[in-house]
């Protein structure tokens, strides 16, 4: 079945620095890729999506690019400050295997230190 | 843009307890709502996904008279807790997808209900 592996955390960084998130993935189908945020206490909100190899997904300062070759999706950011400080997910919709619910990864935390 | 509510956001309450958990499209149809559910520093986990107008499809696993799915109308699904116990306590969320969802659009989540059983 389909999978995603994120590396896993806490990351802490310092402000200001570069931000990368591992995200790997297996499908049976073509899918599509999405980063997920998660703040203390609240539901998910999307980051940034793509939907073909090779597209560019960002939004907010992050980038992923879809990377058929080798089945990643890695979130980067090049200055990062406290206020990114969440729980990131990584996940992916598979329609071509009649499953409509997303997979999720299991999450990465994020700790940025002023 | 489109949105999800969900409600409540929290509920404490004694074992034994039925909770009700509802889940709103507010301002698009939703065929299909997905229940997810979160431990503490865990990833979601898929229960069930609802479906407008006809029953729930499980996820291997999860007990369906423990946990009651209604989707009952194009807005509106909710998950019943029935005789809840402490192991029931979680985080457990919603999400929905529009009429463009099979384009592969992403869901839109609701902002979860913390579930605490006493």
């Known amino acids: 079945g389909d999978s995603v592996t994120q590396m896993e955390g806490p990351v802490t960084l310092s402000e200001e620095a570069f931000l990368t998130i591992n995200c790997t993935y297996t499908?049976?189908?073509?899918?599509?890729l999405f980063w997920y945020v998660q703040y203390p206490g609240e539901g998910l909100q999307l980051l940034l999506k793509a939907t073909k190899a090779d597209d560019k997904g960002s939004n907010k300062g992050f980038e992923a690019t879809y990377r058929k070759e080798t089945t990643s999706f890695h979130l980067e950011k090049g200055s990062v400050q406290v206020s990114d400080s969440a729980v990131y997910f990584c996940?992916?919709?598979?329609?071509?295997?009649?499953?409509?619910?997303?997979?999720f990864g299991s999450g990465t935390r994020l700790q940025v230190q002023p | 843009g489109a949105v999800v509510s969900q409600h409540p956001s929290r509920v404490i309450c004694k074992s034994g307890t039925s909770v009700k958990i509802e889940c709103r499209s507010l301002?698009?149809?939703?065929?299909?709502m997905f229940w997810y559910r979160q431990f503490p520093k865990q990833s979601l986990m898929l229960m069930a996904t609802?479906?407008?107008?006809?029953?729930?499809?499980?996820e291997q696993g999860v007990e369906k008279d423990k946990f009651l799915i209604n989707h009952a109308s194009l807005t509106l699904s909710t998950l019943t807790v029935t005789s809840a116990h402490p192991e029931d306590s979680s985080f457990y969320i919603c999400?929905?997808?529009?009429?463009?969802?099979?384009?592969?659009?992403?869901?839109?989540f609701g902002d979860g209900t913390r579930l605490s059983i006493l």
């Open positions: 301002d698009f149809q939703a065929t299909t």
């Open positions: 499908a049976t189908g073509y899918p599509s």
């Open positions: 609802s479906n407008e107008g006809s029953k729930a499809t499980y």
């Open positions: 996940a992916l919709s598979d329609l071509d295997t009649g499953r409509r619910a997303l997979t």
């Open positions: 999400s929905a997808g529009d009429s463009s969802f099979y384009s592969n659009q992403p869901q839109h």
